[in-house]
C-alpha cells in the first residue's frame, strides 16, 4: 500500500511494527509497517527517528514531494535484503537472459510504434502511408524475433540494427502527420549548429 500524507501539521510516527499518522498532534490513523510499501509526503511536518529506521527495517520508500511537483529527498531503505537479486542481475550479463532482455525491451518499443501508427491511421480515414508503415514496423518486430537467446555481447549490434531501422520508418511516419508549416524534417536531439 502506498500512503500519501499532504498538508500541513502532519507527522509521522513510531508505536510498536505501526506507523502512526498524527495531524496537529492527534491521532489520525495507523497502518502495519509491513503493510506499507511507500510513503510519499506532499506537505509539511515532521517524522521521528524510530519512523525512520521501522521503515527502512521493512523495505519502505519514504519520498518527500514540494509544492511545484518535484522530488524534495528520497529516503530508500539499505540494499541488504537485495543482494540475491544483485548477484543474478550480475550473472544473467553472462548468459541468454541479458539478450532476451534486451529483446523484449527493444521489441516492446517497436510494438509501441506500430500501435501508434494503427491509432493515427484511425483517426486519419485509414491512412495508406501509416498503414504501410505500420505493417514494415510490424516486419521489423518479427526480424528481431529471429534473433537468437544469446547472451548480449553476441547480439547486441543485430538488435541495435532492428531498432534503427524502425526508428527511421516510425519517424517517416510521424513526418508525414506533422503539417509542414512546422518544418519537421526528421527527429532532432537538440540545437544543432552547422559550420
Not at 529506521?53 to 535484503?81: F, H, S
Not at 548468459?95 to 494503427?118: H, P, V, W
Request: hydrophobic content about 35%; charged content about 35%; overall charge positive.
Amino acid at each position: 500500500m502506498r500512503i500519501i500524507i499532504d498538508g500541513f501539521g502532519k507527522s509521522i510516527a513510531k508505536r510498536d511494527n505501526q506507523i502512526v499518522i498524527k495531524e496537529n498532534g492527534k491521532e489520525k490513523d495507523y497502518f502495519l509497517v509491513k503493510d506499507i510499501s511507500q510513503i510519499v509526503i506532499t506537505g509539511k511536518g515532521s517524522i521521528t527517528f524510530d519512523a525512520c529506521r521501522l521503515l527502512a527495517q521493512n523495505d519502505v520508500d519514504l519520498i518527500a514531494i514540494n509544492w511545484k511537483g518535484y522530488l524534495d529527498y528520497r529516503l530508500t531503505p539499505p540494499e541488504k535484503k537485495k543482494v540475491n537479486i544483485k548477484k543474478e542481475q550480475y550473472l544473467a550479463l553472462s548468459d541468454k537472459r541479458s539478450g532476451i532482455l534486451a529483446k523484449g525491451f527493444i521489441k516492446a518499443k517497436i510494438e509501441n510504434q506500430k500501435a501508434t501508427f494503427g491509432t493515427l491511421a484511425k483517426s486519419r480515414n485509414n491512412d495508406e502511408l501509416l498503414l504501410k508503415q505500420r505493417d514494415k514496423i510490424s516486419k521489423l518486430s518479427k526480424k528481431l524475433d529471429e534473433i537468437p537467446n544469446t547472451k548480449i555481447d553476441n547480439i547486441r549490434g543485430k538488435i541495435f540494427g532492428v531498432e534503427g531501422q524502425a526508428s527511421v520508418e516510425y519517424w517517416k511516419g510521424i513526418k508525414h502527420t506533422v503539417d509542414d508549416y512546422w518544418g519537421f524534417d526528421a527527429r532532432s536531439k537538440g540545437k544543432q549548429k552547422t559550420l
